[in-house]
């Protein structure tokens, strides 16, 4: 006979147990409600604090032309989509903003998600997962930077494929990972703005990489799109690459346009199989219709008002400026995106909380986001800072974090 099992472990106070321990570690999360905003102003705990870490990089949210067209379909359409794309919640408005997408990238159709998340999750799940009949047995093989973000990690595990990581940017090192399987079914998935560093994927040489090994490339877009390019299609657009160099493209709606929800560009037969087989379109409901209205009026206008991304890119280069005459420890980043390298988790909490003293509001980012000893300030800017906001930020780095820099040389880059 088996013996009797012990007593099973009680979930929720394993859950607990480690929530208590990240407590322990100043590591832990906490939710605080935003109960106003204006433009990059934030009303939080009842102050109002200048915003620098956010991802609405044109500075589009709160724009009148998105707010009209969402009310505007609201009235017409309802707020709910009431049911998946292929059973009957797919409208006229997600229909216009998936052609304008498409048409934007460079693409020849586009396939709207729920989130970022499920796009790369979905997109994956249908490209890795086994189930060809005629394929060569055995998992197909994911090739991955190091620093990709999360989902991206998730998708390949999810999808039962082979993942591989490489160091981040080596291209010769994923040259080596891809070629250690060489009859695999294989993709090699990155970010194209790493969502932690700000700096941008070597993406030319990644799609020639993967031309000659056979590989399928995937950018995941979600920091690029409508920052960069010279029409704001993204680091995709920037590094000049076709639909056939880099097949699957990922962006999301709400860094950048300024709204929520997330797509995937590529052929007209990539999104007919991502229709068929990517669960989470087929299983989920659509995004309210109104939503996509107001996503298709952010496109018309990031395509339109070009003078936007100039704004940032000289907002950018501001800081970064005054940055490097402050001795500050800024990683090497060309984006909005712009990390300062701090080291400890405690330091990064602690100049969050000077700065926030100053009447700015600046994220912390500590592990597990990040490695330990590679917490950071993850300072963003936007279209909607002016040049005295971006004085303003350095004249209180300058104060609240001296005597508490780590030299750049201290600590190695990266993230996740």
């Known amino acids: 006979m088996h013996p009797a099992p012990g007593p099973r472990p009680d979930l929720l106070r394993r859950l607990a147990a480690r929530t208590q321990a990240r407590a322990q570690a100043a590591l832990l999360r906490r939710l605080r409600a935003v109960e106003r905003a204006d433009g990059p102003w934030l009303q939080v705990d009842d102050r109002r604090l200048l915003a620098f870490c956010g991802n609405d990089y044109l500075g589009l949210a709160q724009h009148p032309a998105l707010v009209g067209a969402l009310r505007r379909a609201a009235g017409d359409a309802g707020v709910g989509s009431t049911a998946a794309h292929l059973v009957c919640g797919h409208r006229r408005e997600h229909a216009r903003l998936e052609e304008a997408l498409a048409e934007w990238t460079g693409r020849e159709r586009a396939l709207l998600f729920s989130t970022g998340y499920m796009a790369n999750l979905g997109a994956l799940q249908a490209l890795l997962e086994a189930g060809d009949p005629g394929a060569r047995p055995g998992p197909a093989l994911c090739v991955q930077d190091r620093l990709n973000h999360a989902c991206l990690l998730d998708g390949a595990r999810l999808a039962g494929a082979t993942l591989r990581r490489y160091p981040h940017a080596d291209v010769a090192a994923a040259a080596r990972q891809l070629r ?237």
Not at 241 to 252: G, H, N, Y
Not at 335 to 349: D, K, M, N, W
Not at 363 to 386: D, F, M
């Open 180 to 416: 250690g399987d060489a009859a695999a079914a294989a993709l090699l998935a990155t970010d194209g703005v790493f969502s932690m560093d700000g700096d941008v994927a070597p993406l030319r040489e990644l799609a020639a990489l993967c031309a000659r090994e056979g590989a399928t490339l995937m950018v995941d877009d979600a920091h690029g799109l409508g920052v960069l390019g010279a029409r704001g299609a993204g680091s995709v657009e920037a590094a000049g690459l076709a639909q056939d160099e880099a097949p699957l493209l990922m962006a999301t709606l709400g860094k950048a346009l300024g709204c929520a929800g997330a797509f995937v560009a590529g052929s007209a037969a990539l999104v007919e199989g991502l229709m068929q087989f990517a669960r989470t379109y087929v299983y989920t409901t659509a995004m309210p219709p109104a939503l996509a209205a107001a996503a298709l009026a952010a496109v018309e206008l990031a395509r339109r008002e070009a003078w936007r991304r100039g704004k940032l890119a000289a907002l950018v280069a501001r800081f970064r400026a005054g940055a490097a005459q402050l001795g500050l420890p800024l990683l090497p980043s060309p984006t909005a995106i712009q990390p300062l390298l701090l080291g400890s988790a405690e330091a990064a909490l602690q100049a969050a909380q000077a700065l926030e003293a100053r009447g700015l509001l600046v994220a912390a980012i500590r592990p597990p986001t990040v490695p330990a000893g590679k917490a950071r300030l993850r300072v963003t800017l936007s279209a909607a800072h002016e040049e005295a906001h971006v004085d303003r930020l350095l004249d209180a780095l300058a104060e609240g974090l001296r005597g508490r820099v780590t030299e750049p040389g201290d600590a190695a880059t990266g993230n996740r």
